[in-house]
T-cell receptor, first 108, second 114 residues
Framework: GQSLEQPSEVTAVEGAIVQINCTYQ??????LSWYQQHDGGAPTFLSY????GLEETGRFSSFLSRSDSYGYLLLQELQMKDSASYFC?????????FGTGTRLQVFP | NAGVTQTPKFQVLKTGQSMTLQCAQD?????MYWYRQDPGMGLRLIYY???????DKGEVPNGYNVSRLNKREFSLRLESAAPSQTSVYFC?????????????FGSGTQLSVL
């Protein structure tokens, strides 16, 4: 079976750091991806962790621990434009399974 | 380079009507996907195609059919629409292999079934 958990909502102020956690129980799991989706828009790819550890891409970093079935997305120096929904997505074979997403609201 | 193109952008159907959602990508990607997104439910995989000529069921395939017409095109058909199929539908593609997790999404189709 499979289950995926993310917080439903996170709030923060501009310039702050926020961490969005993702826990999963997915058989045959390969790696963990993160996607961003602005209201009314399509999801866009942010990062992918194939192995344990931290991947950094500019202001965003993503972490994976397979042994703990846990990952997180770290957003630094928050900007208003970062207000969006963020989805973790474990990959299983040829497909990605998306969580229900975390809505991030950034306030001035 | 248009990326992933979906048509139509909006559609209203009556219960029992049929329609086909079209999707095409110009990135020479091997894999293509159809997802639906409902409020509070995230993205759920309907069907996917790992390569031209193959299709497989995802999490919520009932009530849908797909056709991988060629490498570029992957269509989704609702044979007899139901109100439960009111949703936003996204088509996506990926190169496959080591790039399989990097999906490129179309802009979506807002479908309402009355």
């Amino acid at each position: 079976g499979q289950s995926l958990e993310q917080p439903s909502e996170v709030t923060a102020v501009e310039g702050a750091i926020v961490q969005i956690n993702c826990t999963y129980q997915t058989s045959g799991f390969y790696g963990l991806s993160w996607y961003q989706q602005h209201d009314g828009g399509a999801p866009t790819f942010l990062s992918y962790n194939a192995l344990d550890g931290l991947e950094e891409t500019g202001r965003f970093s993503s972490f994976l621990s397979r042994s703990d079935s846990y990952g997180y997305l770290l957003l630094q120096e928050l900007q208003m434009k970062d207000s969006a929904s963020y989805f973790c997505a474990p990959s299983k074979g040829d497909k990605l399974i998306f969580g229900t997403g975390t809505r991030l609201q950034v306030f001035p | 380079n248009a990326g992933v193109t979906q048509t139509p952008k909006f559609q209203v159907l009556k219960t029992g009507q049929s329609m086909t959602l079209q999707c095409a990508q110009d990135m020479n990607h091997n894999s293509m996907y159809w997802y639906r997104q409902d409020p509070g439910m995230g993205l759920r995989l309907i069907y996917y195609s790992a390569s031209e000529g193959t299709t497989d069921k995802g999490e919520v395939p009932n009530g849908y059919n797909v056709s991988r017409l060629n490498k570029r095109e992957f269509s989704l058909r609702l044979e007899s629409a139901a109100p439960s199929q009111t949703s936003v539908y996204f088509c996506a593609s990926s190169a496959g292999g080591a790039e399989n997790e990097k999906l490129f999404f179309g802009s979506g189709t807002q479908l309402s079934v009355l």
